[in-house]
């Protein structure tokens, strides 16, 4: 039996054994409740559901605006947060200078930030946007911080003894080398992200899968509300999945490096 | 051509002050192969940081053709021990040994920079390799691409730290083979820290002991063994037990100084 948790086939076998049941438990839970409760439709219903909104109705009206904002956010918070990642790890003075600041800024609940957020710029793709940089930063910044930190002295003294100084040492080795750290501050900060995008789509907008949800919700339009969560589910993991992909293809030398 | 001369380290850590190099003199001529012995932490390791320019001793200077070095000099390489940490795991092996050549201080042109690299790679026999990540090579392999990046840099001194403690016995007799080879083959001087007296006896033209920390040169040993040195005939020669028992008595020599901090 041992092969059903050792081996990748076995795993994934085993893995959708589990997933069946769980479903299938589900499924039969809401096929037992009579017709005329609402709150938990049947796995028809929300099909339908989905079929009506998200194939392919609704993609260009909630879900293009969803994405558009979260990237924007997220993109601005790895230039950003990659930046001040190095400026804080190269120079423990001002690392020590703005230690305080950035403990406390980190630790301001993301959805506390919404208020003053709309107050200063509204209900539109700007708040949201701040919002998602804001708060998806931080990893980043103390994931590259320590990345920066704990280079290889060895590594660092072959590339001072070959006289490999300035931008040519930070694009050719800094970069690469610190690279496995950025990455794991962009997988917390995606998860981060997708939640702060919802949560703001919820509070103020127009449009948007969290808006959606929420209007779902508030019109007792219970079949739609669950299509949309599934939605936002699935979403959550294809843009990990995909994060995944380009994290493999940019540390290929890196994973192949740690099985050794 | 270089002049070790007055040198002392003291590391401050804190109110506490440690001496790890008490003072050193000592020169290396052009084409020597000088090999540095001491027991443990009698700052070998230190003295190669500062003759590289990675240090600034604290008192006394190190002088490569008259010019006291403060930072990594031109005319230098230097291999250290930990070759995987050392290269860089994600450029191949033509990369690594390229990289000094075209972004480092030598700033050669692409084709001289090829040429070098190649002729570096076929010395340490790592043709057809070129292409291979490190990870993807042996340990003594690897160590083999560290010195081929070194000599592609075309050096007129190299310096060794410990480079063959990483690597099994077998390698070790090859790599150290290598090594005396590729000296001839073009011409520059090597300084090799080592904690192995086999192995400075049987690589060295002269034999630095260090002393126990804070270290001074114990003594100054001229190895006048034959060249080209041989594993097997070299080691079974009377001169060379002689030597090695030579050296095993001053770094074993019990410390006669009184202690202090």
Same mark, same amino acid.
């Given at each position: 039996m041992t092969w059903l948790t050792r081996t990748r086939r076995g795993a994934a076998l085993t893995g959708l054994i589990g997933s069946v049941l769980i479903i299938g438990a589900v499924y039969l839970f809401t096929? $037992? /409740?009579?017709?005329?409760?609402?709150?938990?439709?049947?796995? @028809?219903? #929300?099909?339908?559901?989905?079929?009506?909104?998200?194939?392919?109705?609704?993609? @260009?009206?909630?879900?293009?605006? $969803?994405?558009?904002?979260?990237?924007?956010?997220?993109?601005?918070? #790895?230039?950003?947060?990659?930046? =001040? @990642?190095? =400026?804080?790890?190269? %120079? /423990? =003075?001002?690392?020590?200078?703005? %230690?305080? #600041?950035?403990?406390?800024?980190?630790?301001?609940?993301?959805?506390?930030?919404?208020?003053?957020? +709309?107050?200063?710029?509204? +209900? @539109?793709?700007?708040?949201? +946007?701040?919002?998602?940089?804001? =708060?998806?930063?931080?990893?980043? +910044?103390?994931?590259?911080?320590?990345?920066? /930190?704990?280079?290889? $002295?060895?590594?660092?003294?072959?590339?001072?003894?070959?006289?490999i100084t300035g931008l040519s040492r930070f694009r050719l080795v800094v970069l690469p080398a610190v690279s496995p750290r950025i990455f794991a501050g962009m997988r917390v900060s995606l998860s981060i992200a997708i939640l702060l995008l919802v949560t703001s789509e919820m509070v103020a907008s127009a449009d948007g899968i969290g808006y959606f949800v929420f209007l779902a919700q508030q019109r007792f339009a219970v079949d739609d509300m669950w299509a949309g969560v599934i939605l936002l589910g699935l979403l959550g993991v294809a843009l990990n999945f995909l994060l995944g992909v380009v994290e493999r293809i940019v540390l290929r030398w890196h994973r192949s490096a740690d099985l050794l | 051509m270089l002049e070790v001369s007055g040198v002392g380290v003291t590391y401050a850590r804190g109110a506490t002050t440690t001496k790890a190099i008490d003072k050193l003199d000592f020169t290396v001529s052009a084409g020597e192969f000088v090999g540095i012995v001491g027991p443990s932490g009698a700052g070998k390791t230190t003295l190669l940081k500062c003759m590289s320019g990675l240090l600034r001793p604290t008192s006394g200077a190190v002088v490569l053709h008259g010019r006291e070095i403060t930072q990594p000099p031109l005319e230098m390489a230097v291999v250290f021990q930990d070759y995987s940490r050392s290269l860089y795991p994600w450029f191949d092996v033509q990369r690594n040994v390229v990289l000094p050549l075209r972004h480092g201080g030598r700033k050669m042109a692409k084709d001289a920079a090829l040429a070098a690299t190649a002729e570096a790679i076929k010395a340490v026999g790592l043709e057809g390799f070129e292409e291979h990540h490190p990870w993807q090579l042996s340990g003594g392999m690897q160590q083999r691409v560290a010195i081929a990046r070194a000599l592609a840099y075309q050096p007129e001194i190299l310096l060794m730290d410990e480079p063959f403690a990483s690597v099994d016995a077998q390698t070790r007799a090859e790599l150290e083979d290598l090594v005396l080879q590729v000296r001839e083959q073009f011409g520059i001087t090597i300084v090799l820290v080592t904690h192995d007296i086999d192995e400075a006896v049987y690589m060295s033209d002269t034999v630095v002991v260090l002393s126990r920390p804070p270290s001074t040169v114990q003594e100054i040993l001229t190895i006048d063994l034959p060249k080209p040195r041989h594993q097997a005939t070299t080691k079974t020669l009377p001169e060379y037990g002689k030597l090695r028992t030579r050296v095993y008595e001053s770094i074993m020599v019990p410390d006669s100084r009184p202690a202090s901090v």
């Open positions: 096929e $037992s /409740r009579s017709e005329t409760d609402y709150v938990w439709p049947t796995f @028809g219903e #929300v099909w339908a559901a989905f079929q009506d909104t998200w194939l392919f109705e609704n993609v @260009g009206s909630d879900v293009v605006p $969803s994405l558009k904002r979260m990237f924007i956010g997220f993109f601005i918070a #790895v230039v950003g947060g990659v930046g =001040v @990642g190095f =400026v804080l790890g190269s %120079s /423990r =003075v001002l690392d020590a200078l703005a %230690s305080p #600041v950035v403990s406390f800024l980190r630790s301001i609940p993301a959805a506390a930030l919404l208020p003053p957020a +709309i107050v200063l710029f509204g +209900i @539109g793709d700007v708040t949201k +946007i701040v919002v998602i940089a804001f =708060v998806c930063c931080w990893p980043i +910044i103390l994931n590259t911080r320590d990345g920066v /930190r704990e280079l290889d $002295s060895t590594m660092m003294s072959s590339t001072a003894i070959y006289g | -």
